[in-house]
């Protein structure tokens, strides 16, 4: 197996437009929800404040500057020729096309280049790549998805290194509507986990990984990582469009064979990083997951009250956060949560630990079941 590791993160998050500023206001326990009238209805969502103005759509902006600071990071020049990219999405261009509809867009002469995979092809032209080049639409596993197809580029050889990440922005009248209409937007904000939870929050932004081999990151003298992408498993329930399996047999299964890939058992997991939207059947289900599965209570996190549901993009943005508590050995909040509706180790404050391997789980709309595992380098 080839070492594959992470050595950039680019974020922008309702609570934080870079990667340290979204961490730290995690670590302080705040959250970017607010209620707010939008399209003549009062709902709570997580909005990506003070953007620069532009002409741009919002998820090109999003995956744009979050490439950008991953590039940075990772001590790269933004000319990255035989650099794959994966870059998924859930509802890519929805915004765009609502406002086309509605005949207040500047694209109506140019819809092309907002098909889904445009999203990725605009990276592609960024960094001026001809490597492969992917769009993984997964539903809200969509970001675990392009992490996992990432990885495989590596580990075939097909190249060295590779941007691995996920974009939304659809906090839009038609997803709003869709999500009122399956009675999953919460009233007054995310409580994931807890006995008050009441829905989702919609949120948006991106997340961005340098995914490189030890043997690329050598040559070139780049010796800082935030951890090591080990495996991922990836099933589906084939049960409802929606609903997940209450039975999480198929979840269950790339639990298992996520962990079976890394040679690691379950009681080598030290941090799980939950889906954990705050919606009653979604909760009830991972969490007796991770009860039948994890009896030496792992430290349990859940950062969706922080940053809201950014559908597609929320796997990369935990995925980030999961690889930070790697690097620097701290537990971020389960912020949002009140009165825990589930026994289960979920981490009330931030607090420093010893953690070698995490977890990072996605669920997503059509039975969708993604994990990752990451452990320290």
């Known amino acids: ?21 979204s961490w730290a206001n995690l670590l302080s326990g705040k959250s970017g929800i607010e209620l707010a009238e939008i399209y003549g209805m009062r709902v709570p969502i997580a909005r990506v404040n003070n953007l620069s103005s532009s ?13 950008q600071e991953a590039i940075d990071d990772a001590n790269l020049s933004i000319l990255l020729p035989n650099c794959g990219v994966v870059i998924g999405s859930s509802r890519a261009y929805q915004q765009e096309w609502e406002k086309i509809l509605e005949n207040r867009g500047d694209h109506q002469g140019n819809w092309l280049n907002l098909l889904p995979s445009s999203l990725s092809s605009s990276v592609a032209a960024l960094i001026q790549t001809q490597q492969t080049v992917l769009a ?16 495989e580029l590596l580990q075939t050889g097909e190249c060295e290194m590779s941007i691995a990440g996920a974009v939304d922005a659809a906090i839009t009248p038609l997803s709003i509507a869709g999500f009122r209409r399956l009675g999953s937007i919460a009233k007054t904000g995310a409580y994931p986990f807890s006995r008050e939870r009441e829905g989702l929050v919609l949120g948006e932004g991106a997340a961005v990984l340098i995914l490189e081999t030890e043997a690329s990151m ?12 080990l495996s991922f498993g990836l099933t589906n329930d084939a049960y409802h ?41 979604n909760d009830a289900t991972e969490a007796a997951l991770i009860e039948q599965l994890f009896p030496h209570r ?25 690889l930070m508590s790697l690097q620097r050995q701290i537990l971020p909040p389960c912020v949002g949560m009140r009165s825990p509706a589930f026994d289960l180790n979920f981490i009330k404050q931030t607090q420093t630990a010893k953690i070698s391997t995490a977890l990072s789980f996605s669920f997503g709309f059509g039975g969708q079941n993604a994990v990752i595992a990451f452990a320290r380098s």
């Open 55 to 67: 002409s741009q759509p919002r998820v090109e902006r999003f995956i744009q500057q979050a490439v």
């Open 136 to 151: 993984p639409m997964a539903a809200c596993a969509s970001a675990n998805w392009s992490i996992a197809q990432a990885y």
């Open 241 to 281: 469009p929606t609903t997940p399996d209450p039975n999480h047999e198929q979840a269950a299964i790339a639990v298992r064979s996520c962990l079976e890939r890394a040679g690691l058992s379950t009681q080598d997991v030290d941090l799980i990083n939950t889906h954990g939207t705050a919606t009653m059947l």
């Open 1 to 21: 197996m080839i070492k594959v590791l992470v050595s950039g993160i680019g974020m922008v998050t309702a609570i934080g437009q870079d990667r340290e500023t």
């Open 218 to 229: 050598q040559r070139r003298g780049h010796h800082r990582s935030y951890g090591q992408v």
């Open 298 to 322: 792992p430290a349990i996190g859940a950062t969706k009250g922080a940053t809201g549901h950014a559908l597609g993009a929320t796997g990369s943005i935990e995925a980030a956060f999961c």
